[in-house]
């Protein structure tokens, strides 16, 4: 099993989610954060002042998989959240031990 982490533009998250729904992708955790890479933040002016954005807003998405369609997903994310500019985020594979869904104890992929 592998955990999927991607960190994307808040616009893309409905672009992500419909391509992952025909890959059988039954759910996924989105949080709002925020953060910088290589893109560094950016200046806003507000009221004529201008101020330094030091952190950009993102969504980060986490979806458990099972390890045959893994590579599928990562695609799908890939494509589906490119913009072909800077800030596009990035995609982050990890590998699961155990998943267990606590209402009935079933586990591994069948508890995804």
Known sequence: MKLIMAVIKPSKLDDVRSSLSPLG???MTVSEV???GRQGGHTEIYRGAEYAINFVPKIKIEVAVAD?????VV????????????GDGKIFVFDISEAIRI???ETDTDAL
């Open 103 to 105: 209402r009935t104890g």
């Open 75 to 86: 695609l799908a994310i890939q494509e589906s959240a490119n913009t072909g500019k800077i």
């Open 34 to 36: 925020k953060g910088f």
């Open 68 to 72: 045959d369609v893994a590579e599928n």
């Open 25 to 27: 992708v039954t759910g």
